[in-house]
């Protein structure tokens, strides 16, 4: 079946420097794309979303881009922060459910 | 800030025993769901709830378990016959809307011994 995945199960990033974290999808009719994040212990917290009409989204100290002509998803975290360790997740909404992909974990290097 | 709130934090149980899990979503939200992560893995979804009824549901989603609300404030999971293989974190989580973002839990860890 068709399924959301990530390309890297695990990323070390120094401590100021940017992060990027990558995600493949395959379902070409979703449309709507959320990244998740979440701490040892806790359920998922939204970081930030994206809908099919747009490549490009901003928030604070973070940036989606989403490719739709390959299905690729991306998160951008700059200056990362030691509190940024974490499993990042990114999911896609399709058929009334959101489905998750495998999970990044970040380790902050300090 | 509202949240989605989970208790038990965590349940332990005897296989073959019923237990239920349960859930206060946030208060104007009109979706529910629930999903399970096993120790390690993908968040995995199970069911999802909309106007007193399932929306969809996953092929994990047998007849032994069931979900309801109960009242104007709870969502509870239901599961008739516990297994070892359900043991796992599982996650309530709730949206304004159909495609709008999920809010989730702190989640239950659920044992069955």
Redo the contacts between chains.
């Keep these: 079946g068709e399924s959301v995945g990530l390309h890297l199960p695990t990323l070390s990033v120094q401590e100021g420097d940017n992060s990027i974290i990558n995600c493949a999808y395959s379902n070409s009719a979703s449309?709507?794309f959320?990244w998740?994040k979440?701490e040892s212990?806790?359920?998922?917290?939204?970081i930030i979303?994206i809908r099919s009409n747009m490549d490009k989204r901003q928030g604070q100290r973070v940036t989606v881009l989403l490719n739709k002509t390959v299905k690729h998803l991306s998160l951008q975290i700059a200056a990362t922060q030691p509190g940024d360790s974490a499993v990042y997740?990114c999911?896609e909404?399709y058929?009334?459910?959101?489905?998750?992909?495998?999970?990044t974990t970040v380790t902050v290097r300090a | 800030e509202p949240e989605v709130t989970q208790t038990p934090s965590h349940q332990v149980t005897q296989m073959g025993q019923e237990v239920i899990l349960r859930c206060v979503p946030i208060s104007n939200h009109l979706y529910f769901y629930w999903y399970r992560q096993i120790l390690g893995q993908k968040v995995e979804f199970l069911v999802s709830f909309y106007n007193n009824e399932i929306s969809e549901k996953s092929e994990i989603f047998d007849d032994q378990f069931s979900v309801e609300r109960p009242d104007g404030s709870n969502f509870t999971l239901k599961i008739r016959s516990t297994k070892l293989e359900d043991s796992a974190m599982y996650f309530c989580a709730s949206s304004e809307g159909g495609g709008e973002k999920l809010f989730f839990g702190s989640g239950t860890q659920l044992s069955v011994l």
């Excluded at chain 1, 459910?97 to 999970?103: D, N, V």
């Design positions: 449309d709507y959320i998740y979440q212990g806790k359920g998922p917290q939204f979303d997740f999911a909404f058929d009334y459910k959101l489905s998750f992909g495998a999970g």
